[in-house]
């Protein structure tokens, strides 16, 4: 277990990656997509009715824009996590306040509170992937320029060329 980078799906920090962000891709899209259908539940039931009388607008027509906005998360989550884990975690606070100010959710309040903080894990292990993928581009790169062997920067900035 040498590579321990979140690249290989060989070690935990790298399957621990891949599946937070899969699941932070996957789940918000499933969820948005429901939104339209009401397959899993009928979702306006957890909406605090003070939201439909500060937007004036139905019920439904709001979670239809939640359902979008997740579906978009979601799909942003797949391809940027180390933002947009970030904004699924604001997301997330957003609808514990709808929670607990509505129809007294509470158990699922908690279980939105759990979310977030894994979608906050996976902001924090992207951040990783993310440096890591930087630093293996810029030692190819330089490997490119003809500069011989590559060693690892270690954090430090290249050399100047003159």
């Known amino acids: 277990m040498d590579d321990l980078s979140t690249r290989s799906l060989t070690n935990p920090l790298g399957q ?12 918000p899209i499933l969820f948005g997509l429901d939104k339209f259908f009401n ?5 306006s039931r957890y909406l605090a009715p003070w939201i439909p009388a500060l937007l004036h607008l139905s019920p439904r027509t709001i979670m239809a824009g939640v ?16 933002y947009f884990a970030y904004v699924v975690a604001v997301w997330l ?20 509170f759990g979310l977030s903080l894994g979608a906050l894990t996976l902001a924090r292990l992207a951040w990783l992937h993310h440096r890591a993928e930087s630093q293996r581009a ?3 790169a330089r490997a490119d320029r003809g500069r011989g ?6 954090g430090l900035p290249a050399p100047h060329s003159h």
Do not use: K, Q
């Open 138 to 140: 810029g030692l190819t």
């Open 16 to 27: 621990a990656f891949w599946l937070m962000r899969a699941t932070f891709t996957v789940a």
């Open 93 to 112: 606070w957003g609808i514990i306040i709808n929670l607990l100010t509505g129809p007294g959710d509470y158990d699922i309040a908690l279980r939105d």
């Open 67 to 82: 359902g979008a906005i997740e579906i978009a998360a979601g799909i942003l989550v797949g391809l940027w996590p180390e």
């Open 39 to 43: 397959v899993m539940t009928d979702w």
């Open 149 to 154: 062997s590559v060693i690892p920067d270690e």
